[in-house]
């Protein structure tokens, strides 16, 4: 009988499983071939440690394999391995495989499982692939009803974060300083300094600060530290689709007190929190399929005050803009302009307002200096009323005159201290929020001028836009900032 080439995939699962090591398996598939005239080559046999089998994509020595095998000269026309389950244990995967395989003339064959030629043999393999993708089901439910138990009761089971080792003589995570002070450094610059995470990871990065892993920072980064409740001495778990990395719906979170120390109290995170929604003005009611710029409806008409459209789309992108009203017959002047000339236009904008420091702003919201302002002027209203008290405590005979101008000095003196003290705070609460507001302009700067997604340049420009104004006849372009204050400070 001829000899046949065949090769071997070797694979052991990343659970806990009764199953052959690599070694073993490669050493029964050896022998198999000995037994049944089969050649196999060392470049043909395929080995992946520790991967789950639920999804062949994610298996590269496996697609790999498939590559060879579906070529017309395939180098062999066997796969062998040890069990069914270790070619897949996805059912349907595994016969689009095996049917892809079987058009190309190789067959998949299991040393420890022989089937018989016919019908019946097929009925049998699909019932042991069929009990391979139910073990598996079950399996990976007890293991998450374990790991979900585990995290309930509050046990360490994901990587620990920027600013904690794990001590292996307790179990319980500790506060490693060199980060922990990276960590202060972030919460510093974001709350204190007003500056963005693309920001502040830029910053760390140039004074040579590094991830856990060694590697530079990015503005996710940032965001993941910053929303970490880890840091508040809780544990989150079952954050996210570990297939796709997506992150699922928050009422699947699991959050439990955590054994180890807090490094920020939970006022200082809920206000991490509330600081990051009023940066991140979200572009709302449109998701990313229908937005077809990142300028869409910001950018405004200065005679009907109507948000300039996109027209003639290119490769996803308007060629140019004009007054929605003005293409309903509604404003009577033009204000075409072709997309780059406006995206020039935004840019020289915030690139002006950087390189000037001049730049004009309303407030969004209030934060404690506002909220001592508001302090001081109920103090005013306060002096005004014990001014006409004293006033008409003299006008009845009650005061003297000597006892009215005696009063009426006192709250002069505290009038003119109240006011001293609303013009100083305005006047350094104003610097502060400009240089601020200027630090946030350089960030999106960076972001609207890089290779960011229309999505994050939307909302990145809406972080600091209200909105724009075009006026085409004067060849202008305004720009109107806003400024969203924090409600307290590190």
């Known amino acids: 009988m001829l000899s046949k080439n065949a090769c071997a995939y070797i694979r052991v699962s990343t659970d806990k499983q009764e199953e052959l090591s690599p070694d073993a398996q490669k050493r029964l598939i050896l022998e198999y071939c000995k037994k049944n005239n089969l050649t196999i080559m060392s470049e043909h046999i395929f080995v992946e440690n520790g991967i789950s089998g639920k999804k062949a994509d994610k298996r590269p020595q496996f697609q790999r394999m498939i590559a060879l095998a579906k070529q017309k000269e395939h180098p062999f026309d066997v796969i062998l391995v040890w069990k069914f389950s270790r070619f897949a244990r996805n059912q349907e995967e595994s016969i689009v495989y095996k049917a892809m395989l079987q058009r190309a003339g190789v067959e998949v064959v299991s040393i420890s499982e022989p089937i018989i030629d016919g019908p019946f043999g097929s009925l049998i393999e699909r019932i042991i692939e069929w009990m391979d993708e139910y073990y598996s089901i079950r399996l990976s439910g007890e293991v998450m009803r374990g790991m979900t138990e585990k995290a309930m009761r509050g046990g360490y089971q994901s990587t620990l974060p920027l600013g904690y080792h794990m001590n292996p003589d307790t179990g319980v995570p500790e506060i490693y300083e060199p980060e922990a002070a990276i960590y202060r450094i972030i919460l510093d610059r974001y709350l204190n300094a007003g500056m963005s995470p693309l920001a502040i990871a830029r ?53 439990a007190k955590g054994a180890h120390a807090p490094l920020i109290d939970k006022d200082t995170y809920d206000h991490i929190q509330a600081v990051t929604a009023l940066r991140s003005r979200s572009y709302k009611a449109r998701g990313t399929s229908s937005i077809k710029h990142w300028l869409s409806g910001i950018v ?32 009577s002047h033009s204000h075409f302009i072709k997309n780059t000339a406006l995206e020039q236009a935004v840019f020289n904008a915030l690139e002006h307002a950087i390189i000037s420091g001049d730049i004009s702003y309303t407030l969004k919201s209030t934060d404690s200096s506002s909220e001592l302002a508001s302090d001081l002027d109920r103090m005013l209203s306060r002096i005004d009323d014990k001014e006409r008290r004293i006033k008409q405590a003299y006008r009845d005979g009650i005061d003297s005159i000597e006892e009215y101008r005696e009063n009426k000095e006192i709250l002069t003196k505290e009038r003119q201290d109240i006011l001293s003290r609303l013009a100083a705070l305005s006047e350094r609460s104003s610097e502060d929020d400009k240089k601020k507001l200027l630090a946030e302009v350089q960030s999106v700067y960076d972001i609207v001028t890089g290779n960011a997604d229309k999505l994050t340049k939307a909302n990145a420009i809406r972080s600091i836009v209200d909105h724009c104004v075009y006026d085409k006849a004067n060849d202008s372009f305004d720009i109107f900032f806003f400024f969203s204050k924090c409600s307290k400070p590190l």
């Open 203 to 255: 910053e760390l990065n140039a004074a040579g600060y590094r991830t856990r892993r060694g590697a530079p920072f990015e503005r996710r980064t940032i965001i993941y530290i910053l929303e970490n409740p880890f840091y508040t001495g809780m544990i989150r778990w079952n954050r996210q689709n570990h297939s796709d990395h997506t992150i699922k719906d928050r009422s699947e979170w699991i959050l």
């Open 300 to 331: 405004k008409c200065s005679d009907c005050g109507k948000s300039l459209v996109g027209n003639a789309l290119y490769n996803g992108v308007p060629s140019s803009w004009q007054c929605s009203d003005y293409n309903k017959g509604r404003c």
